[in-house]
């Protein structure tokens, strides 16, 4: 058996629709107001698929970047992994639809369907693989189509605001020097508070699963229903506590951390959990202002913007953490 | 670095058992002739409200009992279905609450019918990674909601029942998971698919010329189907033995799952496996995607078919297309 091998990001990419939705372009098809939405999120705008496209279609000009990046070919990787809550199509997953884009065929693949916390699962997913000697280079990708699945009515409002449609990609692949790359993932979930961020439908616990009345009536089962004020309580104690976790566990504290990439869910949150960890404005990135929450693919987008500003020099010690719908969250902490 | 065994294994199906004279009316033919398209007689059916994850924790109850072990030494859960509770969040979720696990990460993967063996390696790999020590491995489906109750349904619905099955897999001294190889190719993918809801259909997911058209149903196209899953069975059945250097011969029981049992048959025929070893496992209760191969496993050591030692080879065939092998010693 070969020597353990820590894990390493590769290579990134990113890929966004093309049409930008400002606030202002929401207040047309929905009583709200430019201020409310970026006083509460601190949200500017998104962006919004205008035709039928698929998280694998955004998917897979992230993954083209991340191998480019990487240097590696589609057809040496041994795995694909994609992140989204908002599949193309019921079965199978998104992934098989990246697959066949990616033109490659074989290897296996498969989705993972965590939510906010998505990017942050895969990673752990990836990491093991590589870990155990069963894959040298996984792809994983966060692809969501959010907007055909928002209510854009007044009654929709506090959901569709936040959310926005786009993608990111991360291949990894073997490292040998277990100071660098992933040093440490943490997952975890507590499904008591599962419905307070969900879509409902398509359930299979309800039958049929879907009905035709479910199309268009107001408060549909199809629309995200969230409890915002519990999401974001939750929020700011899970994401100081797993932070702190991932830190310990390498012997670490917050003054060694680099940057933190807190998923996007939005830019209050991400103030406030910066604030209690002490960390000044430059060690934490956020992009929400320009794309929303993106879900699974929050993270990678930040991270390879982060990169490409050159907020990540090599050796910086990077912190991934996540919380969302789920609840899920978790954090991995990594050594650039 | 740690082994990973199978140190536990449930399954769970519904009370309520329906049998193809039953779904009769409904598909516009003969019970005779739904078992003729099929090969299936009989499945269950979950209670209305029912998910995936109330079968679930049945199964991982069962599973974690017979490791000796609770919900509280879980340190993973890793949730394979293709029928989830609701759009989101995942099945793991609510299956950590529903045992009552410490806050431990659930993992929902989605590789359709191979997806136990697709959760069963991902929770190998976390344990031999020194990632996870005991990880609960969930597989359930209920399929029952999502099927159409028509005529034109009537190939295609018999084939499936709602059940669950689980794992408990954990560090070991001697390696339990000999060989695990998956494959994905997604070229013919449309043959065994459903397209609705569709995030990628602009400008909303889910429409009534959609509905109407019943594009939110399972579409089948099982003259297609079969013979590429008789080859990928016969394939991976020699990859994965191959894989772990060990002969068909000393394999006690082999698990082929395929939402036809008579073409997983075939497969093991060819593939020259002792027919007495075999269990396709669509026989029992028809094809229950992601949950079939634990069930049939934990069946296996109820009956005493299996037992601490004994080689199985488990291998899958599905929608994306996905397939894979994993041989484990008990």
């Known amino acids: 058996m070969d020597e353990t091998v820590n894990s390493r990001i590769l290579g990134l990419g990113h890929h966004l629709p093309e049409r930008v939705v400002t606030n202002q372009d929401l207040t047309r098809l929905m009583d709200t107001s430019e201020e409310w939405i970026e006083q509460r999120t601190g949200i500017r705008e998104r962006r919004f698929i205008s035709a039928d496209m698929g998280g694998a279609d955004l998917g897979e000009r992230a993954a083209r970047e991340a191998l480019r990046e990487a240097g590696i070919a589609a057809g040496d990787l041994d795995l694909v992994i994609l992140g989204s809550l908002s599949p193309d199509i019921d079965f199978p997953g998104t992934a098989s639809l990246l697959q066949r884009k990616l033109g490659v065929r074989g290897m296996p693949v498969m989705d993972v369907r965590n939510q906010c916390s998505g990017f942050v699962y895969m990673l ?27 209510d854009l009515s007044t009654l929709g409002r506090e959901v569709a605001v936040i959310f926005g449609d786009g993608a990111g990609a991360a291949v990894l692949g073997p490292e040998p020097d277990r100071r660098r790359g992933i040093l440490s993932t943490h997952l975890h979930s507590e499904g008591r508070y ?76 991400s103030q406030l959990v910066a604030m209690g960890l002490e960390l000044p404005e430059e060690k934490v990135f956020n992009n929400i202002q ?43 902490l990594m050594r650039w | 670095m740690p082994a990973s065994a199978v140190l536990g294994c449930g399954r769970h199906l519904p009370a309520r058992t329906v049998t193809d004279e039953e779904l009769a009316r409904d598909l516009g033919a003969s019970g005779a002739r739904l078992a003729e398209l099929t090969g299936v007689t009989r499945r269950h059916h979950a209670d209305d409200g029912h998910g995936p994850s109330d079968l679930a924790r049945e199964a991982a109850l069962a599973a974690l009992a017979s490791a000796g072990l609770g919900p509280a030494d879980v340190d993973l859960i890793v949730f394979a ?98 060989a695990a190889v998956l494959h994905s190719d997604p070229d013919r993918l449309e043959r065994f698919w459903c397209e609705f809801p569709a995030s990628r259909h602009y400008p909303a997911r889910m429409d009534r010329e959609a509905y109407r058209a019943g594009r939110h149903y399972y579409q089948l196209d099982a003259a297609a189907v079969h013979p590429q899953a008789r080859e990928a069975l016969v394939a991976v059945t020699r990859e994965v033995l191959a894989r772990a250097a060990v002969p068909a011969e000393r394999v006690a029981l082999f698990l082929v799952h395929y939402l036809d049992a ?17 269990v396709a496992t669509a026989e029992a209760a028809g094809h229950i995607a992601a949950a079939g191969i634990p069930i049939a496993l934990a069946d296996a050591l109820a009956a005493g078919r299996v037992g601490k030692g004994d080689l199985v080879c488990c291998v899958a065939f599905g929608a994306g297309m996905s397939w894979g092998g994993v041989l484990l010693r008990l």
Request: aromatic share 6%.
């Open chain 1, 124 to 150: 752990a997913v990836a990491d093991a693989w590589i870990r155990s000697g069963d894959a040298r280079y996984v792809l994983v990708v966060g692809a969501e189509i959010h907007s055909t699945g928002l």
């Open chain 1, 194 to 269: 599962a419905e307070k961020l969900m879509v409902e439908a398509a359930s299979s616990r309800v039958r049929p699963r879907v009905t035709e009345e479910m199309l268009d009536q107001p408060g549909s089962r199809l629309w995200p229903r969230m409890e915002g004020r519990y999401v974001f309580k939750h929020a700011v104690t899970r994401f100081p506590e797993v932070i702190r976790e991932a830190l310990a566990h390498n012997g670490c504290t917050t003054a060694d951390l680099d940057l933190l990439i807190p998923h996007q869910a939005n830019l209050r949150i």
């Open chain 1, 290 to 332: 320009r794309y929303g929450n993106t879900t699974a693919a929050s993270i990678p987008i930040a991270l390879h913007e982060a990169v490409q500003e050159g907020r990540v020099r090599p050796g910086a010690l990077v912190c991934l953490a996540a919380f969302g719908a789920g609840f899920t969250w978790g954090a991995a």
């Open chain 2, 81 to 178: 279905t293709m029928t989830p509770d609701i759009a989101f969040p995942g099945s793991g979720c609510f299956l950590q609450e529903k045992l009552g696990c410490r806050t431990v990460g659930a993992l929902d993967v989605r590789a359709q019918c191979a997806g136990a063996l697709f959760a069963l390696a991902t929770a190998d790999r976390f344990v031999r990674a020194g990632a996870a020590e005991r990880v609960l491995v969930a597989c359930a489906e209920v399929h029952s909601t999502a099927l159409d109750y028509a005529p034109r349904a009537a190939a295609v619905t018999p084939y499936f029942g709602d059940g669950a099955g689980a794992l408990v897999l954990g560090a070991a001294r001697e390696p339990g998971v000999l």
């Open chain 2, 262 to 278: 008579r073409v997983a048959r075939e497969a093991a025929e060819a593939a020259h496996l002792p027919g007495e070893r075999v």
